[in-house]
């Protein structure tokens, strides 16, 4: 190919960049203008640098080939800024966006921690003082098994493993973890109720089960198992919780607004505190499949470490981002 058929060809491709580049040089650039649009510039990008490949193989003069050079090298600039740009959205997300979201929702999240502890504590004090009460929330088969699983007797501390390997546990305790934080916050566009059951029955469940272990006298591998991954799993439930309460209130009480244009307001804050909940969730799969269930440990060791993981995770919601103003990190609803 002539190198003019080969200009003609691309020089749409390489307009539109240099002009969408000038654009972002003067600070005035927006992907979406009538000129300067580029709507996809890693794939453009991919496709300069093939085309300064072919100019240079195919020996086309030195002006061509330094365009083409400078256009891939001012691409790669524009490219990097936005990667950081990118990250700079996500630490500002988790050192303030996150915290200061769950601060701004306080009383969802407060909802939220009542109709989970509540059951919890009833049923928990009810199953210690009563050994038939955690039958009405579990099968007598899943209670052998719970009761199997925190046996001090045992080789290993927590579910089974099949496979025997820490790793796969890490996986299915990310999948079952955000299963469960999913259905809570999902089922608040029932009007809220959705996520009101789930938040209550994880506390009478969990309640049942802190109850009849320590009524069977398994608490010196119990509470050491659950106390370091359980700062970041339950809290992140909660904080599901709260989220799908929030998308209720948006359909019960939409104010002026259109029920549907309420949901959608409210789905956006509620990300601000999904977001922040599914990591929270990565890191108890973590915990739970790599510390909590190891037999290396100390009781004591696990006991102080889970401890002061909780203060961790309360220090950070009740104090992160207060320095900073809130809004710009995690506008939209995504870091």
């Not at 330094?66 to 996500?90: F, G, I, K, T």
Request: hydrophobic share 45%; charged share 15%.
């Amino acid at each position: 190919m002539k190198q003019r058929d080969f200009e003609q060809r691309h020089q749409q491709l390489w307009q539109q960049l240099e002009n969408f580049l000038a654009g972002y040089r003067k600070n005035t650039a927006t992907e979406t203008g009538s000129d300067g649009r580029v709507d996809d510039l890693p794939a453009s990008y991919r496709r300069l640098c093939q085309q300064l490949a072919v100019a240079k193989e195919r020996q086309y003069t030195s002006q061509l080939i330094a365009r083409l050079n400078q256009l891939v090298m001012d691409c790669h600039q524009r490219l990097y800024q936005q990667e950081s740009v990118s990250s700079s959205r996500w630490l500002d997300y988790l050192f303030a966006g996150f915290p200061q979201a769950l601060r701004q929702q306080a009383r969802f999240v407060w909802l939220a921690c009542a109709l989970f502890l509540a059951p919890a504590l009833v049923m928990g004090l009810g199953s210690y003082s009563n050994d038939a009460l955690i039958y009405t929330v579990m099968s007598p088969e899943q209670v052998l098994q719970i009761e199997s699983m925190y046996d001090p007797a045992n080789r290993v501390l927590g579910r089974e493993r099949g496979s025997d390997t820490d790793l796969q546990m890490f996986g299915f305790y990310i999948k079952n973890n955000i299963g469960i934080a999913f259905r809570t916050f999902a089922a608040g566009i029932l009007f809220g109720l959705g996520s009101i059951f789930f938040l209550v029955f994880n506390g009478l469940f969990l309640g049942a089960i802190f109850g009849h272990i320590t009524r069977v006298g398994f608490v010196s591998t119990f509470y050491p198992f659950v106390i370091g991954h359980g700062a970041f799993e339950l809290t992140a439930i909660v904080f599901a919780g709260a989220a799908g309460l929030h998308l209720g209130h948006s359909l019960v009480n939409p104010g002026n607004q259109r029920r549907r244009d309420s949901l959608r307001g409210a789905a956006r804050e509620s990300m601000k505190i999904m977001y922040g909940t599914f990591l929270m969730l990565v890191i108890a799969a973590f915990l739970e499949a790599f510390w909590s269930s190891s037999t290396q440990v100390s009781i004591a060791v696990k006991l102080a470490v889970g401890s002061f993981f909780w203060l961790l995770v309360i220090s950070y919601c009740v104090f992160a981002g207060r320095s900073r103003p809130s809004g710009p990190a995690i506008a939209g609803g995504r870091p």
